[in-house]
């Protein structure tokens, strides 16, 4: 089981995922409508981790996944960076700059959606309680440190070019930026309502909140997925916020589903 989850990971961050397609969200969209990223094999993957990975195996497993989100977040995120220095020191068309920044921001999301599968169903019912304890510590020193970190930088990223695109000087296109955010929701609400990992559920700090929320309401063109998981946060705070503060976002959420053609 081990030895599939680790040759998952490695084929998804190779050099090129989709040779025949040069265009990032073209590539974004066929990888997560492959059979590897359908729910049917994500499902079946999640069962046989939870009933026959052994403790070893998971020990080495979680440590895996740990560093191919940490290194694709490295990559996509100096991607997107790099992409950024050169618009501005050598005013470049931005669609010759997309494809390398996009292509690593596929990358990341591919790995964190099947990160949040193997994560999620760790078979913490099976481990001996030293081992347990260890995992536990890992899994909450992720989120904490990595997870919440990476959140609040794609916020500080996207607050930034949604301002630079505000004062109409220049197209900026965040839909790089976007997508690694989904992800990183994505996972982070994956691990908080995991049945398995028994874990305290975490809220977003303050500021990653606050910021969440300057990001959605004012945005017309937000990433449905990303809308999505925005709205999956939520209710996690719905006893220390009030009604009010979530309507404008849910009024966001409900225009982008009418709008969305099914």
């Not at 403790?55 to 497993?61: F, K, S």
């Not at 900026?172 to 874990?199: G, K, P």
Request: glycine share 2%; with cysteine; net charge negative.
């Amino acid at each position: 089981m081990h030895v599939l989850i680790e040759n998952l990971f490695e084929s998804i961050s190779s050099a090129s995922i989709c040779h025949s397609l040069t265009d990032a969200q073209a590539q974004y969209q066929a990888l997560f409508s492959s059979a590897v990223m359908h729910d049917i094999f994500l499902e079946k993957m999640s069962k046989a981790i939870h009933n026959f990975m052994t403790e070893n195996q998971c020990v080495t497993t979680t440590k895996h996944a740990f560093e191919a989100v940490k290194n694709a977040w490295e990559l996509a995120y100096e991607g997107t960076k790099e992409k950024e220095e050169k618009r501005n020191s050598m005013s470049m068309d931005v669609d010759n700059l997309s494809a390398p920044a996009g292509e690593s921001s596929v990358r990341f999301a591919l790995i964190t959606r099947l990160a949040s599968v193997v994560l999620s169903s760790l078979p913490t019912h099976s481990l001996s309680p030293s081992t347990l304890q260890g995992v536990q510590n890992s899994l909450l020193s992720f989120r904490s440190d990595v997870l919440h970190h990476d959140i609040s930088k794609c916020l500080k990223a996207l607050k930034k070019k949604r301002k630079k695109g505000s004062s109409g000087s220049e197209k900026v296109d965040v839909w790089a930026i976007e997508i690694m955010l989904s992800a990183l929701l994505r996972i982070l609400y994956a691990m908080n309502v995991s049945r398995n990992l028994t874990m305290p559920t975490t809220e977003l700090v303050e500021k990653n909140h606050a910021r969440l929320i300057e990001v959605i309401i004012p945005s017309e063109d937000l990433l449905p997925e990303l809308m999505l998981e925005v709205v999956c946060m939520f209710p996690i705070r719905s006893n220390s916020i009030s009604t009010g503060f979530h309507e404008p976002t849910f009024d966001n959420f409900f225009l982008v589903v009418s709008d969305t053609p099914f």
